[in-house]
C-alpha cells in the first residue's frame, strides 16, 4: 500500500476553509481523511473526544511539543491547539490523504517539516468580501472583527508560500479546482 499525502488547506479566517473542507469529504474517490487536532481547552457541549479534537491538559500537551510529537502548535486565547504527529503518520501510513485545515501560523510550521506536503492557500475573492464574511457570522464584538481582518490582510501576504493559491469565490468551484489539485498530485 502506497503511503497517502499529506494536503494542507490553509488561508484566512472567514476565507471558507471548513466549508470547501466539508464538500471535498463527499467526494470518496480523493481517500481523504480529516486530521484531528489536540487542545487544552474543555469541550464544547456538542463536543465529543476523538471525533472533533483530542482534549487533553497542559501538561500533556507541553509534554507533546517537547517530545516533538507535534506537526504544529499555537497557543490561542489561554489554551493550546496543535497537530499530533503520530496520529498524521498513522493514517498516511494506512494509504489515506490526510487534510490539515490549519490557521497560518501552523501551516509554515508543517511546511518546514514536511516539505513534500500539497500545500493550498484559499483566498478570499476581495478583502471586502471576506470582511462581509466575517461580520455575517454576528459572533465577534467589533475589535475582534477587526483584529481578524488585520491579520487576515498579513496572512494573504503568505500566499506565495503554497505550492498553490485558489480563490473561493464560489464553493463548488473552489472544491472542484482543489479536487483536481489533488488527482493530479497522487502519489
Not at 509554515?108 to 506536503?117: G, R
Request: glycine share 6%; proline share 4%.
Amino acid at each position: 500500500m502506497k503511503r497517502g499525502m499529506l494536503i494542507i488547506l490553509s488561508g484566512p479566517s472567514g476565507v471558507g476553509k471548513g466549508t470547501v473542507r466539508e464538500e471535498l469529504f463527499k467526494d470518496e474517490s480523493l481517500n481523504l481523511s480529516y486530521s484531528i487536532s489536540m487542545t487544552t481547552r474543555k469541550p464544547r457541549p456538542a463536543e465529543t473526544e476523538g471525533v472533533d479534537y483530542f482534549f487533553v491538559d497542559e501538561k500533556t500537551f507541553v509534554d507533546k511539543i517537547a517530545q516533538g510529537g507535534l506537526l504544529e502548535w499555537a497557543r490561542f486565547v489561554g489554551n493550546y491547539y496543535g497537530t499530533p504527529k503520530d496520529n498524521v503518520d498513522r493514517l498516511l501510513d494506512e494509504g489515506k490523504n490526510v487534510v490539515l485545515e490549519i490557521e497560518v501560523q501552523g501551516a509554515l510550521q508543517v511546511m518546514k517539516k514536511c516539505p513534500d506536503a500539497l500545500t493550498i492557500f484559499l483566498v478570499p475573492p476581495s478583502l471586502e468580501e471576506l470582511e462581509r464574511r466575517i461580520r455575517g457570522r454576528r459572533t465577534e464584538s467589533e475589535d475582534i472583527v477587526k483584529e481578524r481582518l488585520d491579520k487576515a490582510r498579513k496572512e494573504i501576504q503568505t500566499k506565495d508560500e503554497y505550492k498553490y493559491v485558489v480563490e473561493n469565490d464560489d464553493v463548488h468551484l473552489a472544491k472542484d479546482k482543489i479536487a483536481k489539485i489533488i488527482r493530479e498530485h497522487k502519489i
